[in-house]
C-alpha cells in the first residue's frame, strides 16, 4: 500500500511540474489568440494593479529646550505630617 501512495504522490508531482513549465513557456502566435487563451486571460486578470499615490507631508522643525540641572536637594520635599512612626508591637 505505500509503494501505490508513493507512486501517486510521484504522479503528481511530476503533473505539477509539467503544468508548470507549460504556463510558462506557452506562446500564441497572433494577439486575437492571447484573447482567446483562458490561461493568458486569468493571468493577466488576477494581477493587481499598481496604485501609488504619495501622500503630502509638511515638515516641521522641532527644536529641543534645554533647562538647566536641578539638583536633587531641590527635588525633595521633607512633609513631616506624612511619615508614619513603625508599628508597636
Known amino acids: 500500500m505505500q509503494s501505490i ?4 504522490a510521484l504522479l503528481c508531482l511530476l503533473l505539477t511540474a509539467c503544468s508548470a513549465v507549460a504556463l ?4 500564441h502566435s497572433g494577439a486575437t ?3 482567446k487563451c483562458t490561461v493568458c486571460v486569468t ?5 493587481p494593479k499598481l496604485v501609488s499615490t504619495l501622500p503630502n507631508r509638511t515638515f516641521v522643525r522641532v527644536s529641543a529646550v534645554r533647562l538647566e540641572p536641578v539638583s536633587a536637594k531641590q527635588r525633595l520635599v521633607a512633609f513631616a505630617l506624612s ?4 508599628p508597636a508591637v
Open 43 to 47: 493571468a493577466h486578470s488576477a494581477s
Open 83 to 86: 511619615v508614619r512612626p513603625p
Open 24 to 27: 510558462v513557456a506557452h506562446h
Open 5 to 8: 501512495s508513493k507512486k501517486v
Open 33 to 35: 489568440d492571447a484573447l
